[in-house]
């Protein structure tokens, strides 16, 4: 990319917080024109319009200092003589689980026919975007901010040809292509996500309801952690008060949303949590509220109050005596509870002993919330006045017909609405409505018995506050969902009703080809099939993400189980690709491969660090693709060296300090000390690293990655062993304790890595399934798959569809349209689990055409492949399995006691079947 573009940004902050920036440029066009191309990319984030087209949204996660820029073809929204380039940026001004901050900044350039007609510079033109709320919580600590948009603040056709922007302010210059941060700006390495409209399918109630009567929320890191704009997590003890004044006396609930508070005291009276919420009598006057809101660690600093109550009146103000000031404070951070500063401010039952004491801060305005739409939507309770919705259905459908809401006597109007399916995009809605109206939609992703299960800890909403009449409005935040509810709040007097034209959502994911099929006699199967590939593709944004929802954050170590799942599931191993290249960027601040990047928490999670390096062995296994072999072999070096010279302790075991957890299960993994599955995991490693060096000649590391692989077994089986329980223990303690605890997870891995003497094999083989009592058992769907692994390689496939019916047909019967997280119970009895839909859980996607057809690379790429098929008591199946050469194809049937199999064999490839081989083409046998 041959670069005239100059970084450029607003004249004011470098790294504003939560800041949006609205930035445009007209260019001309010759009457004649062949190809007009736009390049751009913009930190934090950027959505862009040409001539009042939306053309995307960008760019891919990165590390800064090798950012990505997104190029598009905009020829068919472009015309001769005038045009325009409309960008908005949103700058996040603090790091994510998806993002490391840096400095706000655009880079963007159109090119017509190979000449430069526009290019960010002085000339472009920008405002602070008035509409856009930036007093907002955090989404959640994984992601950025929670969105609200007035469009009354709005500059109306500001993406168009012809709109007066000569009051707006002159671009600053950053600098040039290659200045800091942005040291390296490549291309995007992965297609455009799809934009690809749903619609509703279901309006599932409607009823009148009110809000809570207070919500205050606040961000205590820049009080308690000034300066810190990292997401890593840090713990705290420290206070929060407030003054309540009564007009009369009232009775008032209080809870706080997300981060709770421990305790809390009113006029010295102490209160649980759920003492609160269940109500406090409160006299008329004042009265001092205190809440210990101290935890051992936070990532996510955002405090929510909630304060209700039926009738009366109560009004909040700052205890520092400033009438204009935020009315809560903060007090701390001390050492401990059993401080004497704390202690005087817990104890505290007048206002002077807050006021006067050194640690009292006031909460700035600008690190306070706007407002909080999960708790106003949330705790909404329904009121008696009737709700009066006209054709409900119409918003269901892609056509101009209207919903007609009309104001109630009492309350605001609330619809609940179902998609139909998980989904993962952005939000776009169409409606006429009085100005001021106020729209608030939480997303959320399921039901049970008409209870909804609400997404604590993410705050999956938006606020949009309308103008006068018709209007249009698409939403700048990726939100995964499959229900939401749709609350209509008529501002005070009106009398016209709002007309809903559409509700839609742009699915917003990798934009695979459904190349891959499976089919069988089994409905069940048929339905895990789609439902593990559905998970796979909504988890598959500019990176794998371990869910939609929650976090959209790219853990490695799942994204080495979603990788395999979508080679066969649809066949496109770019995103791989990608991920594990990103993956092995993180070296340059950490010795291991990071957990999750690029991200704000710089943290090792040891297991996802080897996973990865498996990870890459296994694409090239599945693509052939020599060239990323090249590429990130270096990586896969640097961490074996990092780890063969840093973390082999006296025993010869892999000892680390790190997060080194498995599974969601009470395995016994600490952050100190010897943990067992990794150190099984890392012979698997070094043996795969050794593959990967031999293939690129290096036969010298790949013998020593062998000798280290064989060494550390010896030590496994030298120090981990238990021989009175036949089994590996989970660690060994720093103080040298051996754990009390057998896990099946460990003995799992210990299978699959080869560690288990031969003669201990079929001992390990009745493991799999068949558990000894007070063992930990398998706790998630992502330790199911390497069980499911480990089956297959014992030969007993008949026991993976076993477990795949049970386990994945409890999803489907419980009307699951994506994989979940965990198995029920890991969280109690009241949900089956957290997020419901985890690509770490999708392993069917592979199993199935893996283990049912029996497809499986013999050689890089699938030149050479087997067809080694399990009906067990199936009649037939058939699928296509997508490969490099092209599309394999089996279909199978069930004659007597034989499998007939018919085979179509791709060009450059021979297939092996019951030990012959076959050429490229169609081929029946019997087996």
């Given at each position: 990319?041959?670069?005239?573009?100059?970084?450029?940004?607003?004249?004011?902050?470098?790294?504003?917080?939560?800041?949006?920036?609205?930035?445009?440029?007209?260019?001309?066009?010759?009457?004649?024109?062949?190809?007009?191309?736009?390049?751009?990319?913009?930190?934090?984030?950027?959505?862009?319009?040409?001539?009042?087209?939306?053309?995307?949204?960008?760019?891919?996660?990165?590390?800064?200092?090798?950012?990505?820029?997104?190029?598009?073809?905009?020829?068919?929204?472009?015309?001769?003589?005038?045009?325009?380039?409309?960008?908005?940026?949103?700058?996040?001004?603090?790091?994510?689980?998806?993002?490391?901050?840096?400095?706000?900044?655009?880079?963007?350039?159109?090119?017509?026919?190979?000449?430069?007609?526009?290019?960010?510079?002085?000339?472009?033109?920008?405002?602070?975007?008035?509409?856009?709320?930036?007093?907002?919580?955090?989404?959640?600590?994984?992601?950025?901010?929670?969105?609200?948009?007035?469009?009354?603040?709005?500059?109306?056709?500001?993406?168009?040809?012809?709109?007066?922007?000569?009051?707006?302010?002159?671009?600053?210059?950053?600098?040039?292509?290659?200045?800091?941060?942005?040291?390296?700006?490549?291309?995007?390495?992965?297609?455009?996500?799809?934009?690809?409209?749903?619609?509703?399918?279901?309006?599932?109630?409607?009823?009148?309801?009110?809000?809570?009567?207070?919500?205050?929320?606040?961000?205590?890191?820049?009080?308690?952690?000034?300066?810190?704009?990292?997401?890593?997590?840090?713990?705290?003890?420290?206070?929060?008060?407030?003054?309540?004044?009564?007009?009369?006396?009232?009775?008032?609930?209080?809870?706080?949303?997300?981060?709770?508070?421990?305790?809390?005291?009113?006029?010295?009276?102490?209160?649980?949590?759920?003492?609160?919420?269940?109500?406090?009598?409160?006299?008329?006057?004042?009265?001092?509220?205190?809440?210990?809101?101290?935890?051992?660690?936070?990532?996510?600093?955002?405090?929510?109050?909630?304060?209700?109550?039926?009738?009366?009146?109560?009004?909040?103000?700052?205890?520092?005596?400033?009438?204009?000031?935020?009315?809560?404070?903060?007090?701390?951070?001390?050492?401990?509870?059993?401080?004497?500063?704390?202690?005087?401010?817990?104890?505290?039952?007048?206002?002077?002993?807050?006021?006067?004491?050194?640690?009292?801060?006031?909460?700035?305005?600008?690190?306070?919330?706007?407002?909080?739409?999960?708790?106003?939507?949330?705790?909404?309770?329904?009121?008696?006045?009737?709700?009066?919705?006209?054709?409900?259905?119409?918003?269901?459908?892609?056509?101009?017909?209207?919903?007609?809401?009309?104001?109630?006597?009492?309350?605001?109007?609330?619809?609940?609405?179902?998609?139909?399916?998980?989904?993962?995009?952005?939000?776009?809605?169409?409606?006429?409505?009085?100005?001021?109206?106020?729209?608030?939609?939480?997303?959320?992703?399921?039901?049970?018995?008409?209870?909804?299960?609400?997404?604590?800890?993410?705050?999956?909403?938006?606020?949009?506050?309308?103008?006068?009449?018709?209007?249009?409005?698409?939403?700048?935040?990726?939100?995964?969902?499959?229900?939401?509810?749709?609350?209509?709040?008529?501002?005070?007097?009106?009398?016209?009703?709002?007309?809903?034209?559409?509700?839609?959502?742009?699915?917003?994911?990798?934009?695979?080809?459904?190349?891959?099929?499976?089919?069988?006699?089994?409905?069940?199967?048929?339905?895990?099939?789609?439902?593990?590939?559905?998970?796979?593709?909504?988890?598959?944004?500019?990176?794998?993400?371990?869910?939609?929802?929650?976090?959209?954050?790219?853990?490695?170590?799942?994204?080495?189980?979603?990788?395999?799942?979508?080679?066969?599931?649809?066949?496109?191993?770019?995103?791989?690709?990608?991920?594990?290249?990103?993956?092995?960027?993180?070296?340059?601040?950490?010795?291991?491969?990071?957990?999750?990047?690029?991200?704000?928490?710089?943290?090792?999670?040891?297991?996802?660090?080897?996973?990865?390096?498996?990870?890459?062995?296994?694409?090239?296994?599945?693509?052939?693709?020599?060239?990323?072999?090249?590429?990130?072999?270096?990586?896969?070096?640097?961490?074996?060296?990092?780890?063969?010279?840093?973390?082999?302790?006296?025993?010869?075991?892999?000892?680390?300090?790190?997060?080194?957890?498995?599974?969601?299960?009470?395995?016994?993994?600490?952050?100190?000390?010897?943990?067992?599955?990794?150190?099984?995991?890392?012979?698997?490693?070094?043996?795969?690293?050794?593959?990967?060096?031999?293939?690129?000649?290096?036969?010298?590391?790949?013998?020593?990655?062998?000798?280290?692989?064989?060494?550390?077994?010896?030590?496994?089986?030298?120090?981990?062993?238990?021989?009175?329980?036949?089994?590996?223990?989970?660690?060994?303690?720093?103080?040298?304790?051996?754990?009390?605890?057998?896990?099946?997870?460990?003995?799992?891995?210990?299978?699959?890595?080869?560690?288990?003497?031969?003669?201990?094999?079929?001992?390990?083989?009745?493991?799999?399934?068949?558990?000894?009592?007070?063992?930990?058992?398998?706790?998630?769907?992502?330790?199911?798959?390497?069980?499911?692994?480990?089956?297959e390689k014992a030969g007993d496939v008949g026991r993976i569809l076993q477990l795949i019916r049970r386990w994945w047909g409890m999803m489907v019967d419980a009307g699951a349209t994506s994989c979940w997280e965990t198995f029920p119970g890991y969280l109690g009895q009241e949900w089956p689990t957290r997020s419901h839909c985890h690509a770490w859980s999708a392993a069917p996607a592979f199993a199935l055409p893996s283990y049912v057809l029996g497809v499986r690379p013999l050689e890089p790429g699938f030149t050479r492949f087997e067809v080694r098929p399990f009906l067990g008591d199936l009649e037939w199946a058939k699928g296509v399995v997508p490969t490099p050469h092209g599309e394999i194809v089996v279909s199978l049937r069930r004659e007597g006691e034989r499998i007939r199999a018919q085979v179509i064999v791709p060009q450059n490839t021979v297939a092996v079947i019951g030990g012959k081989e076959y050429g490229a083409g169609m081929h029946e046998i019997t087996m």
């Open positions: 990319m041959n670069w005239q573009a100059k970084w450029i940004w607003h004249p004011g902050e470098e790294a504003p917080r939560n800041f949006f920036w609205a930035a445009r440029k007209s260019f001309a066009l010759p009457a004649r024109f062949g190809k007009v191309t736009l390049s751009i990319t913009a930190d934090s984030r950027y959505s862009v319009w040409v001539n009042g087209n939306y053309i995307g949204h960008g760019p891919v996660r990165a590390f800064p200092h090798r950012w990505r820029y997104d190029s598009y073809d905009i020829t068919p929204h472009v015309c001769s003589g005038e045009n325009v380039v409309a960008v908005l940026v949103h700058h996040f001004g603090h790091s994510t689980f998806q993002y490391l901050e840096a400095r706000g900044g655009l880079l963007a350039q159109v090119e017509c026919d190979g000449q430069v007609v526009a290019a960010t510079d002085h000339t472009w033109r920008g405002i602070e975007h008035p509409a856009y709320e930036r007093r907002m919580p955090r989404m959640a600590c994984q992601q950025a901010w929670a969105e609200m948009y007035d469009a009354r603040k709005a500059p109306a056709h500001w993406t168009l040809v012809g709109f007066d922007d000569s009051a707006w302010q002159s671009a600053v210059v950053v600098g040039e292509v290659g200045c800091a941060p942005w040291k390296e700006v490549l291309p995007r390495d992965i297609p455009l996500l799809t934009q690809e409209p749903i619609q509703p399918v279901r309006l599932m109630r409607i009823q009148a309801v009110r809000p809570p009567r207070q919500v205050w929320t606040f961000d205590l890191k820049p009080n308690f952690l000034p300066g810190d704009l990292t997401a890593n997590p840090r713990g705290f003890v420290g206070l929060v008060a407030t003054v309540l004044e009564c007009s009369r006396p009232i009775q008032v609930s209080l809870r706080s949303m997300f981060n709770g508070f421990r305790a809390v005291r009113i006029d010295g009276t102490e209160y649980t949590p759920q003492q609160a919420a269940e109500g406090i009598a409160l006299s008329s006057g004042e009265h001092l509220l205190v809440a210990d809101i101290s935890a051992r660690f936070y990532h996510e600093w955002f405090f929510g109050f909630v304060f209700d109550y039926d009738e009366g009146e109560m009004h909040l103000r700052s205890p520092l005596g400033d009438a204009q000031a935020y009315p809560f404070v903060s007090i701390g951070p001390f050492p401990s509870q059993d401080d004497a500063g704390y202690q005087s401010v817990w104890q505290a039952t007048s206002l002077n002993q807050i006021a006067s004491h050194p640690a009292v801060q006031p909460i700035r305005w600008e690190h306070t919330a706007a407002a909080n739409v999960f708790a106003d939507t949330v705790l909404a309770k329904p009121v008696s006045a009737e709700a009066r919705v006209e054709t409900p259905d119409a918003l269901l459908a892609a056509n101009s017909n209207e919903t007609v809401i009309h104001p109630v006597s009492e309350g605001d109007v609330e619809l609940l609405i179902d998609f139909g399916k998980e989904l993962v995009g952005f939000f776009e809605i169409d409606l006429c409505a009085p100005e001021g109206t106020v729209i608030d939609l939480n997303a959320f992703e399921y039901m049970e018995d008409g209870r909804i299960q609400w997404t604590y800890g993410l705050h999956n909403t938006f606020r949009y506050i309308a103008r006068e009449g018709w209007q249009s409005w698409r939403s700048v935040v990726r939100r995964g969902f499959r229900y939401a509810t749709l609350t209509v709040r008529f501002p005070q007097g009106a009398r016209e009703p709002v007309r809903l034209r559409g509700l839609r959502c742009y699915l917003n994911t990798y934009p695979y080809a459904y190349q891959a099929q499976f089919h069988c006699s089994d409905a069940l199967l048929n339905d895990i099939w789609e439902i593990s590939r559905h998970t796979v593709r909504l988890c598959s944004e500019d990176t794998f993400v371990d869910c939609p929802s929650y976090e959209q954050t790219f853990w490695v170590g799942d994204a080495r189980n979603e990788s395999l799942f979508s080679y066969t599931a649809f066949g496109d191993a770019r995103l791989a690709r990608r991920c594990l290249l990103l993956a092995g960027e993180s070296l340059w601040r950490s010795p291991l491969v990071e957990s999750q990047v690029p991200s704000g928490w710089e943290d090792i999670l040891t297991a996802w660090s080897l996973l990865w390096t498996i990870a890459c062995e296994e694409y090239y296994r599945f693509t052939g693709d020599r060239a990323f072999l090249e590429e990130v072999y270096p990586a896969v070096r640097q961490q074996n060296q990092n780890i063969h010279e840093r973390f082999i302790n006296g025993q010869g075991l892999l000892e680390i300090e790190a997060w080194n957890m498995l599974d969601w299960a009470p395995m016994d993994t600490p952050r100190t000390g010897v943990v067992a599955h990794q150190n099984m995991w890392l012979v698997e490693a070094w043996r795969r690293s050794a593959k990967m060096a031999r293939i690129l000649g290096n036969e010298a590391e790949a013998e020593l990655y062998l000798r280290w692989a064989e060494e550390l077994k010896q030590a496994i089986n030298a120090h981990l062993w238990d021989e009175e329980k036949q089994a590996y223990i989970d660690c060994i303690h720093a103080d040298g304790r051996r754990s009390t605890v057998i896990s099946q997870q460990t003995q799992t891995v210990a299978y699959l890595c080869d560690i288990v003497p031969d003669e201990k094999r079929a001992l390990f083989e009745r493991y799999l399934t068949d558990v000894p009592e007070g063992w930990v058992r398998v706790g998630s769907p992502f330790m199911m798959a390497f069980t499911i692994e480990a089956l």
